[in-house]
């Protein structure tokens, strides 16, 4: 191909020598961006394999046992789905099993018996203590059980139909196997949206999984479907750790992001490491943004100013039309010839006080004249 190139500038003679190694190093370098961007599709795709595994510790699942409407509680724990033993289980301990599942709660739990199930028997115990977080590894869950532990008390649960309450700053983790990973979405003026992974890096990945009630990220990478929604966040900026919510990467409020397509979007995979249990989960309380509305009165005194000068402006509008019909207008033509030949006396009558000749004077007459037809 340069060397057809090459045979062709000769050939005609119009580009320069110095002009032909600039267009050549101009083709060197976007056939090396394309080669550079082929790669990195390939890594993420690599780490997006990665970021949509199975369970992650800590994952949870309710499943039917019976006819009951409770269903037996499971947690991913140290690679295998545990059962949770009844004793020091409360309310509280259910609510965040519902809570980490997208429900706003738990309508009941109680012991069910699982020794007549199908596989029973085998399954790992847990116990888990009180607590009202997002992460049911945050209440202290062990496999060191007590004695009476058994699968005659298994724990099981009935999460209510309604939904987490939203609120500005939320994040979720959407189409996922499990609930550990999925569509990254975040919560803003009132919609929910994406994150596009131009400049997402393992620290927000990080933050992002703490505010879930996760301790760390375990992969992310590109979303593989493309979809039809709105992104809200492009090129975070977090300057530190200590932090458990994604609002302090971004200067809020924000608006749809135009640079940034769905293509781009973030997925990500979070994981509970019982070692980094001590970092602090973000919580509603905590991650919120605070959104000043507008006072009701500011908006009527707004509004009322714009409407005084949107007359204002229409006024002016029709006033010009109005004065150029004016001047079109016969009647202004007449009144303007009149004045015309008012100022011409009056300059004839000041020639001739100054002892013009009347030959000059006669000469402006005819000059006027000629101007006026």
Not at 1 to 20: C, E, P, Q, R, Y
Not at 38 to 51: D, E, H, K, N
Not at 211 to 232: D, E, K, M
Not at 344 to 356: A, C, E, G, M, P
Request: aromatic share 10%; with cysteine.
């Amino acid at each position: 191909m340069f060397k057809s190139l090459n045979s062709d500038v000769n050939k005609f003679g119009s580009i320069s020598f110095g002009a032909w190694c600039l267009l050549r190093l101009g083709m060197v370098r976007l056939l090396s961006l394309i080669y550079v961007s082929w790669i990195s599709s390939c890594l993420l795709q690599v780490t997006l394999t990665s970021a949509s595994p199975g369970p992650t510790n800590g994952d949870v699942k309710l499943n039917q046992i019976n006819q009951s409407s409770q269903k037996l509680l499971q947690v991913y724990y140290d690679g295998q789905f545990s059962t949770v033993c009844m004793i020091n289980f409360t309310k509280f301990t259910a609510n965040t099993v519902c809570k980490q599942l997208g429900y706003s709660g738990a309508d009941n739990f109680s012991a069910i018996d699982n020794t007549n199930s199908e596989g029973s028997g085998t399954e790992p115990i847990l116990s888990c203590e009180s607590c009202n977080t997002t992460h049911i590894l945050r209440c202290n869950c062990t496999d060191n059980t007590p004695p009476s532990c058994n699968h005659a008390n298994d724990v099981a649960i009935e999460c209510n139909e309604s939904k987490l309450e939203t609120y500005e700053g939320q994040v979720r983790l959407l189409n996922g196997s499990y609930q550990s990973n999925g569509l990254l979405e975040v919560y803003l003026n009132k919609k929910w949206g994406t994150v596009c992974i131009e400049e997402f890096t393992n620290l927000i990945a990080d933050i992002t999984c703490r505010q879930l009630g996760y301790t760390n990220a375990l992969s992310y990478g590109r979303y593989p479907w493309v979809n039809n929604r709105i992104v809200w966040l492009r090129e975070l900026d977090c300057s530190s750790d200590n932090t458990s919510c994604l609002k302090y990467c971004y200067s809020p409020p924000t608006i749809r992001n135009i640079y940034c397509g769905n293509v781009a979007d973030v997925q990500l995979s979070c994981t509970f490491d019982t070692a980094l249990a001590y970092l602090e989960a973000g919580s509603k309380d905590s991650c919120k943004i605070d959104i000043q509305e507008v006072p009701v009165a500011v908006v009527v005194v707004l509004l009322l100013i714009f409407c005084v000068v949107l007359i204002i402006y229409i006024m002016l509008f029709v006033g010009r039309f109005v004065i150029a019909a004016w001047h079109k207008s016969d009647r202004y033509k007449l009144k303007a010839s009149e004045r015309r030949y008012h100022f011409k006396d009056i300059y004839v009558d000041t020639l001739q006080r100054n002892s013009i000749s009347d030959g000059d004077v006669s000469s402006f007459k005819q000059q006027f004249e000629r101007h006026v037809d």
